[in-house]
Nanobody, 124 residues
Framework: QVQLVESGGGLVQAGGSLRLSCAASGRTFSNYAMVWFRQAPGKEREFAAAISWTGGSAYYADSVKGRFTISRDNAKKTVYLQMNSLKPEDTAVYYC?????????????????WGQGTQVTVSS
């Protein structure tokens, strides 16, 4: 079992930065691929970024590539999402999720564990 708790969301002006954190419980965090999804009001959940269990591979949605960076610290059982050059269209609830598999997936239904989400609001 893995429990995930996100933090770091908030209100920021366009062009600003935020760093989201997702802290995991459990002893085998390093065995899980991790992902960030986001869901804007009235829209479907969408993939944002993912990282393999070793941290050796990272993947991004085209909409965030070059602005967001995903990373993980397996010793701290935490995954991060550094978000720079934020835009109003980045406004969403951001969720981290985990699956016990070396490699990532962009499909939400392939992740077993989810956090409660953290709100990110970018004002123009």
């Amino acid at each position: 079992q893995v429990q995930l708790v996100e933090s770091g969301g908030g209100l920021v002006q366009a062009g600003g930065s935020l760093r989201l954190s997702c802290a995991a419980s459990g002893r085998t965090f390093s065995n899980y691929a991790m992902v960030w999804f986001r869901q804007a009001p009235g829209k479907e959940r969408e993939f944002a970024a993912a990282i393999s269990w070793t941290g050796g591979s990272a993947y991004y949605a085209d909409s965030v590539k070059g602005r967001f960076t995903i990373s993980r610290d397996n010793a701290k059982k935490t995954v991060y999402l550094q978000m720079n050059s934020l835009k109003p269209e980045d406004t969403a609830v951001y969720y981290c999720a985990a699956r016990r598999w070396p490699e990532v997936s962009r499909r939400g239904d392939e992740y077993n564990y989810w956090g409660q989400g953290t709100q990110v609001t970018v004002s123009s």
